[in-house]
């Protein structure tokens, strides 16, 4: 059976090999527009560079494509799971008198750091091995975090909905129908779909102010300086306090997002019917995803993340030539040289982003749900209940309570940790000093659990 299925795999690649270039190109453009509509909601709803993310996003793509030997079929889009932690660090700052656009690159070293965890991750699993690592990272620790990051995050769509209800629910019912009833393309892309319509419907009834996108320029540079973590430091005003404080917020994040990459993975795997988490190795796919992260992050983009989009679409052509993916990386490097293009995006009104958010953040709580279901955690079991309890009540408790997180002071310095930071350290502290057996992480192969992209 085994056999069968690598031969079946071998000649889908061969096909892809053989299509001819426009056939080639037009797959590409395909898995651009999969991976497009999550990947640029992300600095939408954050704040952070539009053609800034489409960069790196294709810059980090290639560069996982590198280190795995060219033997993934994967794409590196813009995560979800650590909006919570840009909100929460644009807050303090405004605390601290900061405008989004001053706090932002704080948020962006916190979560540059949070890339340097896969490293260290990636060193263990090549010591120790990937299965001893991951004990320590069941799905009773990482799905009540992934549960809250969606809880936490559902307020902010609600209240972009309130600028317009009647544009958020056109944005809903598109992406309803299309995940329903769509056929094709157009069920693996709703978001996208959603994004379009309401938006097309917003622009047709005088509801979008498009004066920015007559004054945006076709090409220009995709990074600008002061929005970078360079330009933080060559500021020479930096708050040490904020930026203390913003590691410890966003750092615990990775401890469920590096559980999503594993999923993504081993998901991808069961599509083309090869052990990825063996050859090329899980070490060396935590690389591609941590570097990526970092250097995106350090250059003012969001965190990146394997893309769950772009392995319905390898299901969908039966097509699994990374090739393909290269080109749609090559792809969006091109369109973030188009300012005119980033300012369209910019004019997205906010009761389009609130539709389609509330999808995206119940479906996160969905993903950590599921994540449980499928890794048949046992809540008969005393410890796991306690687990679970603690990481959501502590999780919402505190970032909904009146002061929003948990500060303390070490000498000069102000830090505040976030309720989800709380939480992760908390969680994982818990599950594995508990007395009782521990369950094992084992994801699930035809189904990622991915964060942040639908």
């Known amino acids: 059976m085994g056999k069968e299925k690598n031969t079946a795999v071998d000649e889908a690649i061969f096909d892809a090999r053989t ?5 080639m190109l037009i797959l590409g453009l395909q898995h651009l527009f999969a991976m497009f ?23 980090a793509t290639l560069f996982m494509h590198l280190v795995t030997g060219r033997k993934v079929p994967v794409f590196l889009g813009s995560s979800f799971a650590f909006l919570g932690g840009y909100f929460a660090v644009v807050a303090s700052g405004a605390e601290l008198g900061l405008s989004q656009a001053e706090s932002l690159p704080y948020a962006c070293v916190g979560v540059a750091c949070s890339g340097l965890l896969y490293l260290i991750l990636s060193a263990i699993c090549k010591a120790f091995g990937s299965k001893n690592v991951m004990r320590f ?16 995050l559902a307020p902010s769509a609600i209240n972009n909905c309130s600028t317009n209800w009647w544009i958020a629910l056109v944005a809903i019912a598109v992406v309803i129908v299309c995940n329903i009833w769509g056929k094709g393309m ?9 994004v379009l319509v309401s938006y097309v419907v917003a622009a047709i009834f005088g509801q979008v102010d498009f004066s920015g ?53 081993s998901a991808i795997g069961g599509a083309i019917g090869k052990n990825l988490i063996e050859d090329p190795g899980l070490h060396r796919t935590l690389i591609g995803d941590g570097i990526g992260t970092t250097i995106a992050a350090l250059f003012g983009a969001p965190a990146n993340t394997t893309y769950g989009e772009n392995t319905g679409v390898l299901v969908l052509t039966k097509v699994y030539d990374p090739k393909v993916i290269r080109l749609a990386a090559v792809y969006a490097i091109v369109l973030s040289f188009c ?6 995006i910019s004019a997205m009104p906010a009761a389009t982003i609130g539709g389609v958010s509330i999808i995206l953040y119940g479906m996160i709580s969905a993903v950590g749900v ?15 209940v306690i687990v679970a309890a603690i990481i959501l009540g502590l999780a919402l408790g505190v970032n909904f309570s009146s ?22 350290i908390v969680g994982i502290l818990l599950n594995a000093i508990l007395p009782g057996k521990r369950e094992e992480y084992m994801p699930n192969q035809k189904n990622s659990g991915s964060l942040g992209k639908f």
């Open 370 to 384: 599921r994540n449980m279901v499928e890794n048949h955690t046992d809540f008969q079991k005393s410890r796991n």
């Open 339 to 344: 300012p005119k293009f980033a300012a369209l």
């Open 213 to 265: 996108v007559k004054e945006a320029a076709w090409i220009g540079l995709p990074v600008k300086a002061q929005d970078t973590v360079f330009g933080l430091f060559a500021s020479g005003n930096v708050d040490t306090g904020l930026l203390v404080s913003s590691i410890v917020m966003i750092v615990p994040i990775a401890f469920a997002t590096m559980m999503e990459h594993v999923g993504d993975i």
């Open 403 to 424: 002061a929003g997180s948990v500060s303390f002071t070490i000498g000069s310095m102000n830090i505040a940790l976030s309720g989800l930071a709380i939480a992760s």
């Open 137 to 152: 990272f069941p799905p009773v620790v990482t799905g009540p975090i992934i549960i809250a990051i969606g809880l936490i």
């Open 186 to 194: 157009i069920k693996i892309v709703p978001i996208l779909m959603g």
């Open 37 to 59: 509509g999550a990947t640029v909601l992300v600095p939408i709803l954050t704040g952070l560079s539009v053609s800034a993310t489409l960069l790196f996003a294709g810059l």
């Open 19 to 23: 299509l001819g270039t426009p056939k």
